[in-house]
């Protein structure tokens, strides 16, 4: 009898350990089990760049006529800068994932705005505080409910979008539910509360067109958006305030810490902090921001030539997105600039090479891309059975489209003449560097003589950063 007293004791006790472990995966989906890697700084300085995950929105990070924007990003870009190394973004509004992502090694620092009491402190470490926001209901304003004739065309929009009425949508990985269910309850017994696979910008927009009724933000977010939507209000406290943070793995990240840390306390203290923080929390422009063709977080575009750039993009197998980052960079997308030397348009073609193409360059911006596709057509001949690596070829052509063909062939052959595999950037760069030295230039496998290449190194870097951001753009 007290045998069976005892198994049935175990029993229960295996139970109830099981259903904990059960109800902490599916209440806190982070403490998953994903074995810790990474690098400390030491680690981060060799590879040469810092991985950092962020929030694609008008705030944290997004892209503005083509350029790269926003407060933490800035932020960030500093940070690397001080490094003196450079800085790869990685936009994942999923707190789960950006978690699995940092504790797997595929990132260095989640910069989201976590909140430092969020129930993370087993998993990672986090920075001295960055800012003190609280979250906010959004909803429309009194008297700005939809026209009800309008009803059966949002009705189709929240079937293409999986989303309903009469529910809080949060983004997947919300934590609070407390407080969500409180706020619900506040709001109708039959509001329901809801995980939308989008950022707190696409739910804003939602709700200011009526798709959803109500979603939760930042508060900072929620100022950015009210300007460029004069029907929300987000005069709801949704919890308490909070102190926001960024996060490092909790092992292998303790130099990094350190040296984040201290960077941010003195950074915080300076004049370049203060107008930084002016610019995208007290900015009226963010309305204008958010509202133009070109706020590539709700848009997915880069310029008024992006359908030009994917057409064409198709001739020579290019992400189009890469083929943009080369125009902004050659034009800042102004189809009518004319460099000194005479270069011409949006990629900006020499008179005598749209001359051999047989294309007018002046009629048009889409004439301009054409005769721009048919010379990188000619760069790949060239290249493709050169540099057998096809994210390596990238870096030749980009190179040759600055500087020409023949300079980056001579750096090739004074990579391999001085044992080096020509087939890698990385050697054939500072050949191409080397070219403004005489016993280089006069080398006698050069054949087209001096060359500055510093302005060609770090035009194909520019184009390959600027690609990299354009990646957080959907790629169809």
């Not at 995950?53 to 926003?70: A, C, K, L």
């Not at 092992?251 to 960077?263: F, G, I, R, V, Y």
């Not at 050069?446 to 290449?453: A, I, R, T």
Request: glycine share 6%; net charge neutral.
């Amino acid at each position: 009898m007290l045998n069976l007293k005892k198994k049935t004791i175990y029993l229960i006790s295996a139970l109830i350990a099981v259903i904990t472990v059960s109800l902490i995966t599916y209440r806190y989906p982070w403490k998953s089990e994903v074995k810790a890697q990474g690098f400390d700084l030491d680690s981060i300085k060799k590879r040469g760049k810092i991985i950092a995950i962020t929030d694609f929105n008008s705030t944290d990070y997004f892209i503005y006529r083509g350029e790269p924007m926003g407060f933490t990003y800035e932020l960030l870009k500093g940070f690397a800068d001080y490094l003196g190394i450079e800085l790869e973004i990685v936009t994942e509004s999923n707190l789960n994932s950006a978690l699995d992502m940092l504790k797997s090694g595929k990132a260095d620092i989640i910069a989201s705005g976590i909140n430092i009491g969020e129930e993370l402190t087993g998993d990672v470490l986090f920075t001295q505080y960055i800012d003190e926001t609280y979250k906010v209901l959004v909803r429309r304003k009194a008297g700005h409910n939809p026209d009800r004739k309008k009803e059966k065309e949002l009705t189709a929009s929240r079937e293409q979008l999986g989303l309903g009425k009469n529910a809080i949508y949060v983004q997947t990985g919300f934590y609070d539910y407390k407080m969500l269910i409180s706020l619900a309850s506040s709001l109708g017994d039959s509001i329901s509360i809801l995980d939308a696979p989008y950022d707190q910008e696409k739910l804003i927009k939602y709700v200011a067109e009526g798709v959803i009724d109500y979603t939760i933000c930042e508060e900072n977010v929620a100022r950015a958006n009210i300007s460029c939507y004069h029907s929300l209000d987000v005069s709801t406290h949704a919890g308490p305030v909070r102190k926001i943070a960024w996060a490092v793995r909790k092992h292998n990240s303790d130099t990094l810490l350190l040296e984040l840390n201290n960077w941010l306390t003195d950074y915080r203290k300076s004049a370049a902090y203060a107008f930084l923080y002016a610019e995208y929390y007290r900015n009226s422009r963010s309305g204008i921001i958010i509202r133009s063709d070109y706020y590539a977080p709700i848009t997915g575009r880069i310029s008024r030539y992006d359908d030009l750039i994917r057409k064409y993009s198709k001739n020579i197998d290019w992400d189009w997105r890469l083929l943009a980052s080369l125009i902004c960079q050659e034009s800042r997308f102004n189809p009518e600039v004319e460099s000194k030397a005479g270069a011409y348009g949006l990629m900006q073609i020499m008179p005598e090479t749209a001359d051999n193409l047989g294309i007018d360059i002046t009629l048009s911006p889409e004439n301009n891309i054409r005769a721009g596709i048919k010379y990188l057509g000619f760069l790949h001949s060239i290249f493709d059975d050169k540099v057998q690596d096809e994210n390596e070829r990238i870096n030749f052509i980009l190179a040759s489209y600055n500087a020409g063909p023949g300079h980056v062939l001579d750096a090739m052959r004074l990579a391999e003449k001085n044992g080096m595999d020509p087939g890698k950037w990385v050697n054939v760069q500072s050949w191409l560097l080397m070219k403004s030295k005489p016993e280089y230039y006069n080398d006698a496998v050069v054949k087209n003589g001096y060359f500055k290449g510093v302005e060609s190194v770090n035009f194909v870097s520019e184009v390959i950063d600027r690609y990299n951001h354009y990646k957080n753009i959907a790629g169809e």
